[in-house]
């Protein structure tokens, strides 16, 4: 271009840029908005949005109109506030919040539209309390049955996390607020969470262990990620630049802000050039904080580019223009909190989060007009359980526990008795005792079991010792089912435990975490109101040695470090690949009435859907009562030319049907169900001979059929 026109094309350049930055804000595409409002803003300013100014909040800058942005967590609700100084409650009387069932029961109602009903009420609720970022949902893969956080994550499948954390965050998010997919990554036990580096091969990581973030990011647009505490290949995680910079905004495309967990940062270059956009929690003033006046420092003496401090500020101003925060509009408006809607969606949620793992002789349900007495046992049949677990607490505006729940529903001609014959205070052969005296005279007897979720019980901060029923739980389900071989055993727990009493009793529930409405919802099961079709989420060994962090002995890690030797064999992976028997397998649930499978089709698309085969098949309701069966399709491949697991859960589907009725179910796949990550190639989807397996559960496959696909293709 010659002088005259490249003057010319500045002078027009030059005038358009004046016309852009005079216009107002709204009327600006987002991106250029977003570069006025950082070409205004002061150094201090800048730094200002990139910590924390309070324990979970960060400063605005009032001058620009640019708010401060308030989160709170968390993943089964809206928590209480919490004082800037230390960790303890503030006492306030308007901060109660609709307490959901755990994340782990959410995941066992296979439900995606279920799963953005959760968020969409815990959105509403943030709203309601002036909180723009949600820290939650909680996606990390169960690798060990015994992690204190598996209550609050969603199980040890992958794609299962996958759907789970996609329906979740469009739910919240739709209610203009962010949602803070966490924690990123590898975040897989409590012991030495600060500090434990975890190693594993690329497959593994990209397989197992990303996925649901990747989702979360790609499909559900997440606004907002949480570095996790761990390192990862000796970088920690809010500070890696291969997890933050190479995968999430890199191979990705994140936009949004990358926030510590609260302490997660540890050093003002590493957090500064890697990745890290928010630092929350860091010990100290913060304005010491490592992205505080040393980040300042460095970026003055140019030791590190403002630049970096610029892209960081962009994607706060990116996140806050999202959530209309920069809008000028009244960003409080709306929301919904603690209202009957929101308690019947806890309830709702619940009823279709238990799973029923046993019912001998058609044991369940009771009906109301036939029982005279029940014998109700066990601590956890008045323990409430809201206010636990961590930083994953909701303080409830109240709880119906399952004794409660009972009685509402049993009616005023059935004798309900109450005995505690364990708790996590005492228990004693007098206590085991009365409990037996109370079951033998009733017609059934309901033991509350399962563990206090509190410190090595399903909490923040420490991982559980072992599998077993504590307080001598064993002991006396054992000998009231003697007493009473009517005895069904409802666990409210976390995940797994052993069960040596299995033979004895007569029925099992598992209900999680039951959420605020708990009682009521056992008590819809119990008596048939609600036919169960949960499936669990992860797997229920016989024993924990069977599980294959346990099997590889390689859990908690060893010198500071946690090699993940069992690779993609995680979960159901592994005992399907070692051939081991689980207590109950991924995907198991029973039901009061009976499905029945058939007619397993292949619909080839050409994909130009982005689907490249529909699977459909024939389920019929072949009871005596309505139900819902989750049929769940597993993939495997004839002749990979890497290791693959022997099958993977790849679809899943929910159908509801009255006694007698067939309905078919559609599950479509795409390449991503058949392809693996090559770390030289990217991920392979190879010319080879799949099948495709349809059934009720991991361990009970009904159909089969194979899928040929033509040629290999690859993505990076
Ligand atoms: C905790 C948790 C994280 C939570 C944060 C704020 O340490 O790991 O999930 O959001 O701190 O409470």
Known sequence: ????????????????????????????????????????????????????????????????????????????????????????????????????????????????????????????????????????????????????????????????????????????????????????????????????????????????????????????????????????????????????????????????????????????????????????????????????????????????????????????????????????????????????????????????????LKNAGNLLPLNSAKINSIAVIGENAERRFAHAGGSAEIKSLYEVPGLQGLIQRAGPNVNISFSMGYSREKNDDQMIAQAVAAAKVADVAVVFAGLPHDWYYDTEGSDRHDLKLPFGQDELIRRVAEANPKTIVVLIDGGAVEMPWLDHVGAVVEAWYPGMEGGNAIADVLFGDVNPSGKLPCTFPKQLSDSPAHAMGSFPGKNGVERYDEGLLVGYRWFDAKNIEPLFPFGFGLSYTQFDYSNLELFPEDGSDGHEVWVKCTVANIGSCAGAEVVQLYVSQAHPSLPRPPKELKGFARIKLEAGEHGDVWIPLDRSAFAFYDPARGWVAEKDDFTIEVGSSSRDIRLTKTWSRAETSVQK
């Open 1 to 356: 271009m010659n002088q005259t026109r490249f003057r010319w094309a500045s002078a027009i350049a030059a005038l358009v840029m004046f016309f852009v930055r005079a216009l107002p804000l709204h009327a600006q595409s987002v991106e250029s908005r977003i570069d006025q409002l950082v070409s205004q803003m002061t150094l201090e300013e800048k730094i200002g949005l990139v910590h924390a100014d309070s324990k979970f909040a960060t400063a605005g800058v009032p001058r620009l109109g640019i708010p401060r942005l308030w989160m709170s967590d968390g993943p089964e609700g809206v928590r209480e506030e919490i004082e800037t100084n230390g960790w303890r409650p503030t006492g306030r009387t308007d901060d109660f919040s609709t307490w959901m069932p755990a994340d782990l029961g959410l995941a066992a109602t296979f439900d995606p539209d279920l799963a953005r009903e959760y968020g969409a009420v815990i959105g509403q609720e943030a709203k309601a309390r002036g909180k723009h970022i949600m820290l939650g949902p909680s996606l990390n893969i169960q690798r060990t049955p015994l992690n204190g956080r598996n209550f609050e994550y969603m199980g040890e499948d992958p794609w299962l996390t996958s759907r789970m954390a996609v329906g979740f965050i469009r739910g919240e998010q739709a209610q203009g607020i962010a949602s803070c997919a966490k924690h990123f990554a590898a975040n897989n036990q409590e012991t030495d969470r600060g500090t434990i580096d975890v190693e594993m091969d690329e497959r593994t990581l990209r397989e197992i262990y990303l996925p649901a973030f990747r989702a979360s990011v790609q499909e559900a647009g997440v606004l907002c990620v949480m570095g996790a505490y761990n390192k990862f290949r000796g970088q920690h995680c809010c500070e890696n630049d291969y997890l933050l910079n190479k995968i999430l905004k890199g191979e990705w495309g994140f936009k949004g802000i990358v926030i510590s967990d609260w302490g997660g940062a540890h050093n003002t270059k590493a957090a500064a050039l890697n990745g890290l956009d928010l630092e929350m929690g860091t010990r100290g003033p913060y304005e010491d904080y490592f992205l505080a006046n040393p980040f300042r420092d460095a970026i003055e003496k140019g030791e590190i580019p403002v630049s970096a401090l610029d892209d960081k500020v962009r994607r706060h101003l990116r996140v806050m223009a999202a959530i209309g925060l920069l809008d000028g509009a009244s960003w409080s408006e709306g929301g919904e909190l603690d209202t009957p809607r929101h308690q019947a969606a806890a309830r709702d949620i619940e009823e279709e989060a238990m799973v029923l």
